[in-house]
């Protein structure tokens, strides 16, 4: 049963974000809604995967989804897709349109990728005092550090479709595809609220992070890779955001940082969360 | 009998017209009327053979669509009309007319509403001037049943056209892409400052399109203070009349600088941009060069934060966005074809479902009457119950009697007029055969 829901939620977003990319390729009216709909029913099938997952795993409940591997990608998953949900019915609605060309593929390819690790035993090994301390900050740990680094995703998206638009505009040839992107200047609003969201998000993560490790190996820092990388994400994000406020550089070079920075910052944070096994943040 | 099911009374559709693709408009001109001559000549057309007409009459094309009991007749009184309009015997003009008929007219309306006729395809005026004409029309009571349904048909089968592809989308004025143009670089186009240098007559047409939007604030710079008050007072809008030297402090306030001013030397050099670029703390710029020579040094159109268009970028775009009109042609005539079966279906019915009902009654009144009449004398001896029996088992049989003349009216399809008057005739035929009047 788990199986056949997890597929079911992939092949609905896999169909969502095909819709999503040919409704930027051909005629939005006729695509458009078809991404909608299909969005809207996967979200509760998402809702669903996760509820199977506890189900099916009997004893660990919620913790197979905290401490496992493949419930760490799915919370990334979901998390982001409540977020594009939200988008949907936020000030961005009109931007949503470009946002799912490039969320809704990421999501999907989320879901693909965590699929080797649904019966991995591969999990946060934790002792008895971190179990203590676990129950009161884990929760909102991860809360905050995960949606500080969504945000900064959508920040990516946004100078994804900023930097889209600028070669659009300079090409000076059709304007077929201007018309399916959002303009420069509300990309770059959107850019820097998610860029200031995010900095403060994943400011409370580090915060509860640093309580968490006080409290429990009575120093802030242990040097672990996952430490190591979300302060190193936080300086990052800092860094842009400062940027941005300061406006001593253009637009396009502060969106090449960003897409520069996330790609760096994603494929640190892929390598450290498989790869690296050392620590009380790796997945055993 | 109910007027609405009396076959006689519906009146067949045809259209008489030229537009530039069949006439000159050295001709099409001599066939232009104003709204005064429309109604004076309709109004006497309805005399001679017209049942309903709308009269389309514009740079492009006139065309006359009709819904006439004679054919015949009708068309010989808009010829003879025509030849009054323009002064010309019949033979020097009916080579450059388009005579269509029953679904001809259909599949023709639809496209012209739908601006698949049109000089520019895709353009949006010709459906205001298709409304007009047909409100006119109307309001005048010169149309009825058929040409109603049928202009309400083409609105709203163009309004599909519209939303369902991207055939309108695209502009093509080179003024108004200059705008759109602009439109993707500001989120809010009222919120912005626009320069205009120069008093060309593109540079006016764009900053009257950019004051449709509400646009904060104008700085007009020109040679001459006369022609940039001529150019305030032409937007209706107060603006800041400045000198050419100011153009440097105006350009770093600016948002949207169009120059069509033509001087020896850039009047925005690379340098100079970057000045701007700097004062302008991150805000782009959206620049247009319309002049000849060119008054922006194109180098400044490489500096971040700006967005410079010459005339031939415009130009450019404009013919990439013909193109774009174009590819989209065939599928809007998938739209309209689909739309032009739906709207013949129910055309074709205005003159098989007056018959079907006329057989039904007929059969329907001879089966009553024979039951009565068996009722009293010879099946007097049957209870209630064995007469309703009898009264089912006779309805069946006429039932299934008529299914196969029923559904053969259905089936008949008339694509072309030939087809038309042989399905006209065939259901006569059925008519005289079944029909009311047919057996007595």
Redo the contacts between chains.
């Keep these: 049963m788990f199986y056949l829901i997890f597929w079911a939620t992939v092949i609905l977003f896999l169909s969502a974000s095909v819709f999503s990319v040919l409704s930027l390729k051909t ?1 939005e ?2 695509y458009f809604p078809a991404v909608k709909y299909i969005f809207f029913a996967a979200l509760p099938i998402e809702l669903c995967l996760g509820f199977a997952r506890v189900y099916y795993s009997p004893g660990s409940g919620f913790e197979s989804i905290v401490s496992s591997i493949w419930g760490f990608f799915y919370m990334l998953a979901l998390s982001l897709t409540l977020l594009l949900f939200y988008l949907f019915f936020s000030k961005w609605k009109n931007q949503w349109k470009s946002f799912i060309v490039i969320i809704l593929p990421f999501i999907t390819m989320i879901l693909i990728v965590s699929a080797p690790f649904i019966e991995s035993p591969r999990k946060v090994m934790l002792n008895a005092e971190n179990m203590v301390v676990m129950n009161h900050f884990v929760t909102a740990h991860i809360f905050f550090t995960v949606a500080g680094e969504l945000f900064f995703f959508l920040s990516f998206v946004g100078s994804i479709l900023y930097i889209a ?1 600028e070669i ?3 090409k ?5 595809l ?2 399916k ?1 959002p ?4 990309v770059e ?1 959107f850019n820097s609220w998610s860029i200031t969201r995010s900095l403060y998000l994943l400011s409370i993560g580090i915060i509860l992070g640093l309580t968490m490790t006080m409290m429990a190996y009575n120093t802030v820092f242990l040097g672990t890779a996952k430490e190591a990388h979300i302060f190193f994400s936080w300086a990052v994000i800092f860094g842009i955001f400062i940027l941005r406020r300061l ?7 502060i969106n090449i940082i960003n897409l520069g920075m996330f790609i760096i910052i994603m494929s640190l944070f892929i390598f450290t969360n498989i790869f690296i096994t050392k620590g009380f943040h790796g997945f055993k | 009998m109910n007027k609405k099911l009396n076959r006689e009374s519906i009146p067949e559709i045809g259209l008489l017209g030229m537009n530039h693709k069949t006439a000159p408009v050295e001709l099409r001109e001599k066939f232009s009327l104003n709204d005064e001559k429309i109604t004076q000549y309709m109004n006497r057309l309805h005399g001679e053979g017209l049942a309903e007409s709308v009269c389309v009459s514009t740079c492009n094309r006139v065309e006359i669509y009709f819904a006439s009991n004679d054919m015949e007749k009708a068309l010989d009184s808009i010829l003879r009309a025509l030849e009054e309009i323009s002064d010309l015997p019949r033979k020097d003009f009916e080579s450059i007319l388009y005579k269509k008929y029953s679904k001809d007219v259909i599949i023709h309306v639809l496209t012209v509403t739908s601006s698949l006729d049109s000089l520019v395809v895709g353009e949006d005026e010709i459906l205001g001037q298709m409304k007009d004409a047909y409100r006119k029309s109307s309001k005048e009571k010169r149309t009825g049943q058929v040409l109603n349904r049928l202009f309400h048909y083409s609105f709203k089968t163009a309004k599909k056209v519209r939303t369902e592809t991207e055939i309108a989308r695209n502009p093509l004025s080179v003024a108004y892409i200059a705008t759109e143009l602009a439109k993707k670089v500001f989120e809010d186009i009222s919120e912005r400052k626009v320069l205009l240098i120069g008093a060309g007559e593109m540079g006016e047409l764009i900053l009257k399109y950019l004051t449709k939007y509400n646009i904060k604030e104008i700085y007009l710079a020109n040679r001459s203070f006369h022609n940039a008050e001529r150019i305030a007072g032409g937007i209706n809008r107060e603006a800041h009349i400045i000198a050419l030297t100011d153009i440097p402090a105006a350009a770093i306030s600016a948002d949207i600088i169009i120059s069509s001013i033509s001087t020896p030397d850039f009047i925005i050099s690379q340098e100079q941009g970057r000045e701007i670029v700097k004062g302008k703390n991150g805000q782009p710029l959206f620049m247009i060069d319309i002049a000849i020579p060119r008054s922006i040094d194109p180098a400044t159109g490489r500096l971040d934060n700006i967005f410079l268009y010459n005339v031939d970028d415009l130009q450019t775009i404009a013919d990439e966005n013909l193109k774009n009109r174009l590819r989209e042609v065939e599928l809007a005539k998938e739209l309209i074809e689909a739309d032009v079966d739906e709207f013949y279906k129910w055309y074709e019915g205005l003159f098989v479902v007056p018959v079907i009902v006329n057989i039904q009654q007929k059969f329907e009144e001879i089966r009553v009457n024979e039951l009565i009449k068996y009722r009293r004398k010879r099946l007097k001896h049957l209870t209630e119950e064995d007469f309703n029996i009898i009264e089912d088992l006779t309805n069946q049989i006429m039932t299934k009697t008529l299914h196969n003349p029923i559904m053969y009216l259905r089936n008949l399809d008339a694509g072309n007029e030939k087809e038309k008057k042989s399905m006209k005739d065939n259901v006569r035929i059925v008519e005289d055969l079944f029909g009311k009047g047919a057996i007595r």
């Design positions: 005629d009216d006729r638009m659009q505009l300079r000076k040839t059709s304007m077929k201007m018309y992107l303009n420069l200047e509300s609003k406006k001593k550089i253009v637009s396009h070079k």
